[in-house]
């Protein structure tokens, strides 16, 4: 079996990156639990830009190279929008493999008739939806453009045997204090407060780039020797 799945950044194959959940994990814990041969296949793509014709051309791009590469399952671990058009696919029997996806917030209608229909259609492709929180499942089916059965609540930690092997244990009796993630994070205001308190230890898990942010030239300026960087 191939689970094939998309990613824009190539930097975060091998690392403990939110957007791996476990995919890295897969072909051991199918071997060693499910006794089932499992290859996952990552699809580098590009998005180029944020306009309505870029977002068009890129998930077009991305779709045609989905249908090329051979693959029994898709998974995709952000916003589903991108696989737009397999959804509708998918709606019209012409993609017949199952696809998998997260979703970082509740579906809700949007107030215009045929948004929402294109909406149930894009949602209606998939074989389930994994959200972040348990109140988005109730809060997304009030919706009606997603089913109940679709919809599965999976809790945080993924990377958790990853971060557990890092060297983050207690040293002198200096508290360890692990921060991860990338998106809308203050590190500047952390690394101040660490930087005052010397008896506590930060180490920070990171990529050096998100979006238009450029996490590197901030957190350079607070290395030190109770505050670690680690992309």
């Known amino acids: 079996m191939i689970i094939l799945y998309p990613i824009t950044d190539p930097?975060?194959?091998g690392t403990a990156h939110h957007q791996l959940y476990a995919t890295n994990k897969f072909e051991k814990v199918a071997k060693e639990i499910y006794d089932r041969d499992i290859k996952v296949k990552y699809l580098l793509y590009k998005v180029y830009g944020n306009s309505h014709k870029a977002l068009f051309f890129s998930y077009l791009l991305l779709t045609?190279?989905?249908?090329?590469?051979?693959?029994?399952?898709?998974?995709?671990?952000?916003?589903?929008?991108?696989l737009v058009i397999l959804s509708v696919l998918k709606m019209l029997h012409i993609y017949n493999k199952k696809m998998y996806a997260w979703k970082y917030t509740p579906i809700k209608r949007t107030g215009c008739l045929l948004k929402d229909l294109c909406k149930r259609m894009m949602y209606g492709g998939y074989a389930k939806i994994f959200?972040?929180?348990?109140?988005?499942?109730?809060?997304?089916?009030?919706s009606g453009l997603v089913k109940a059965s679709q919809l599965v609540y999976l809790k945080w930690g993924v990377?958790?045997?990853?971060?557990?092997?890092?060297?983050?244990?207690?040293?002198n009796d200096v508290f360890t204090f692990v921060s991860n993630g990338c998106a809308f994070?203050?590190?500047?205001?952390?690394?101040?407060?660490?930087?005052?308190?010397?008896?506590?230890?930060?180490?920070?898990?990171?990529?050096?780039?998100?979006?238009n942010q450029n996490h590197k030239i901030i957190l350079d300026k607070y290395v030190s020797k109770n505050i670690e960087v680690v992309y």
């Open 185 to 211: 994070r203050d590190f500047a205001t952390m690394c101040k407060a660490f930087d005052k308190v010397k008896n506590a230890r930060l180490i920070i898990y990171t990529v050096k780039r998100w979006k």
């Open 64 to 82: 045609i190279r989905v249908l090329i590469t051979k693959h029994d399952i898709l998974y995709f671990s952000v916003n589903p929008k991108p």
């Open 159 to 171: 990377d958790s045997e990853y971060v557990n092997a890092q060297d983050v244990e207690k040293k």
């Open 131 to 142: 959200m972040m929180t348990s109140i988005h499942v109730p809060e997304s089916v009030v």
């Open 11 to 13: 930097l975060i194959l």
